[in-house]
């Protein structure tokens, strides 16, 4: 029973996991323009993100400008796009294959085929929070030192916007996922190599008969 409360519990860590690496994927805020210099009060908010930039002015408008090309763009950024779909994929089908393999529900044939699946969820999951922890720690990096080189005007200054701490976030829960996964699948396989099932030897009558037989010519 607690083997199924843990599974249900990461299967909700989960489910947080992918709704937020996909938001992070798709939001236009990965890094936001710094208020640094005399010009403190500004009436625009600029924002970049992996497929789109975007504008935003104090007046509400809100404007945004696609990224069509993929060969102009920065080395981190074009990493970010495909590791994140990466992420956004595998986390997909780690949902899908845990929901076969959980204890808690009827799918998924015997045990052993449940475990089996289980732990191929957990490792989808691990992978899917390494994929979205990468993008997101290299273009935190890219930002620091942008804002730290004093060589770069305080205009093209940027720091980090909501989608890099959703997508950290995101990744975080979706390691979780996949330990807990693969973790409760490891226990319950060792315990079954521990503890192999005790086979019970019975004579068969003919043999008993067999040895009496013997004896009576011995006799």
Same mark, same amino acid.
């Given at each position: 029973? #607690?083997?199924?409360?843990?599974q249900f519990f #990461?299967?909700?860590?989960?489910? +947080?996991?992918?709704?937020?690496?996909?938001?992070?994927?798709?939001?236009?805020?990965?890094? @936001?323009?710094?208020?640094?210099? /005399?010009?403190?009060?500004?009436?625009?908010?600029?924002?970049?993100?992996?497929?789109?930039?975007? =504008?935003?002015?104090?007046?509400?408008?809100?404007?945004? =400008?696609?990224?069509?090309?993929?060969?102009?763009?920065?080395?981190?950024?074009?990493?970010?796009? =495909?590791?994140?779909?990466?992420?956004?994929?595998? /986390?997909?089908?780690?949902?899908? *294959?845990?929901? @076969?393999?959980?204890? &808690?529900?009827?799918?998924?044939?015997? %045990?052993? /085929?449940?475990?089996?699946?289980?732990?191929?969820?957990? !490792? &989808? +999951? *691990?992978?899917?929070?390494?994929?979205?922890?990468?993008?997101? &720690?290299?273009?935190?990096?890219?930002? !620091?030192?942008?804002?730290?080189?004093?060589?770069?005007?305080?205009?093209?200054?940027?720091?980090?916007?909501?989608? @890099?701490?959703?997508?950290?976030?995101? #990744?975080? +829960?979706?390691? !979780? %996922?996949? @330990?807990?996964? &693969? /973790?409760?699948? +490891?226990?319950?396989?060792?315990?079954?190599?521990i503890y192999p099932?005790?086979?019970?030897?019975?004579?068969? =009558?003919?043999?008993?008969?067999?040895?009496?037989?013997s004896l009576k010519?011995?006799?």
């Open positions: 029973m #607690a083997s199924a409360s843990l #990461a299967f909700i860590l989960a489910l +947080f996991g992918v709704f937020g690496d996909i938001a992070a994927t798709l939001l236009p805020n990965w890094k @936001v323009n710094a208020d640094v210099g /005399s010009n403190i009060i500004t009436a625009i908010t600029q924002m970049q993100g992996l497929w789109m930039d975007c =504008t935003w002015y104090s007046t509400g408008m809100f404007s945004c =400008t696609l990224k069509y090309s993929i060969l102009s763009l920065p080395i981190y950024i074009q990493v970010a796009r =495909t590791t994140m779909v990466l992420s956004c994929i595998l /986390s997909a089908f780690g949902i899908c *294959i845990t929901t @076969v393999g959980m204890k &808690c529900t009827r799918l998924g044939g015997d %045990t052993d /085929s449940k475990n089996n699946a289980c732990f191929a969820g957990g !490792i &989808c +999951f *691990i992978l899917a929070g390494i994929f979205g922890l990468v993008p997101t &720690c290299w273009y935190t990096r890219e930002i !620091i030192s942008n804002f730290l080189d004093q060589t770069v005007p305080e205009s093209s200054k940027h720091e980090p916007g909501g989608a @890099v701490y959703t997508g950290f976030i995101s #990744a975080g +829960f979706l390691l !979780i %996922t996949g @330990v807990i996964f &693969c /973790s409760s699948c +490891f226990k319950r396989q060792q315990g079954a190599w099932p005790k086979q019970h030897h019975f004579p068969s =009558t003919e043999q008993e008969s067999n040895a009496g037989y010519d011995y006799v």
